[in-house]
C-alpha cells in the first residue's frame, strides 16, 4: 500500500493544474508546499479564499457567471462599480469564501494526525474519503459571508456595500491569520 501511495502522489503532482485559475493561490502555496513535503500526505485541490460575484442562472452550482473573483481583500470601489454598471436578469450573490483543502493521507493514522492538529485551528475539518485506497481529509475555514447583491429589480447600495466590503475583508485576515497557524502545525507532523 505504501509504494502505491507513493507512486499516486508522484504521479498526481505532475498533473497539471485543472483549475478554473490553473495555479496555486499565492496565499495557499507555503501550505501547499509544506503537505506536499510531508511523506505521508499531499494536496489535491486548494483555495486560499476569494470574494466572488456570481451571477446564479440557477441554484445547480455549474450554472452561475462568475462576474468577478480575487483571491485576496478587496476594495468597495470594485464592488460597487460591477453593480452598478451591468443589467443582471438573474440574481448577484456577493460570496467571500474561507480557505479550503483537500489532503490525501497515506493512511488513517496520517490521517488521524493530519486531522487532529487541523481541528485546534478550524471547526470544519473532517475526512471525505474513507476507503483502502483512498483517505482525504478536508479542512475548511468558518468565516465567510454568502448574500444577495442584486438582481433585476435592485442593487445593493453604496453603504451596504461598504459594510458587506469590510467585514469580508476582515474575514479575510482572520482566514490568513489562521492558514498561518496551520502551517506552523503542519511543519511539525
Known amino acids: 500500500m505504501h509504494d502505491y501511495f507513493s507512486k499516486e502522489k508522484s504521479d498526481f503532482l505532475k498533473k497539471k493544474d485543472k483549475s478554473k485559475k ?12 509544506e503537505i506536499n ?9 486548494s483555495c486560499s479564499g476569494r470574494i466572488v460575484l456570481l451571477e446564479k442562472l440557477s441554484n445547480k452550482k455549474n450554472q452561475s457567471r462568475w462576474i468577478f473573483t480575487k483571491h ?14 451591468q443589467k443582471f436578469r438573474f440574481p448577484i450573490w456577493f460570496k467571500q469564501e474561507p480557505i479550503i483543502l483537500h489532503v490525501r493521507c497515506r493512511d488513517i493514522n496520517s490521517a488521524k494526525k493530519l486531522l487532529k492538529a487541523s ?5 470544519r475539518a473532517g475526512i471525505i474519503s474513507l476507503n483502502e485506497k483512498k483517505i482525504i481529509i478536508e479542512i475548511i475555514g468558518s468565516e465567510r459571508i454568502d448574500t444577495i447583491a442584486a438582481d433585476k429589480n435592485f442593487i445593493s447600495d453604496k453603504i451596504f456595500v461598504e ?9 479575510f485576515d482572520e482566514n490568513k491569520r489562521k492558514m498561518g497557524k496551520l502551517l ?4 511539525k507532523l
Do not use: H, M, P, Q
Open 72 to 85: 485576496d481583500k478587496v476594495t468597495s470601489a470594485e464592488i460597487f462599480g460591477l453593480l452598478k454598471n
Open 163 to 171: 459594510n458587506l466590503v469590510k467585514y469580508a475583508n476582515k474575514n
Open 22 to 33: 490553473g495555479c496555486i493561490d499565492k496565499d495557499a502555496v507555503k501550505i501547499v508546499k
Open 119 to 123: 481541528r485546534t485551528i478550524f471547526r
Open 184 to 187: 506552523s502545525i503542519i511543519r
Open 37 to 45: 513535503f510531508k511523506e505521508g500526505y499531499y494536496t489535491t485541490s
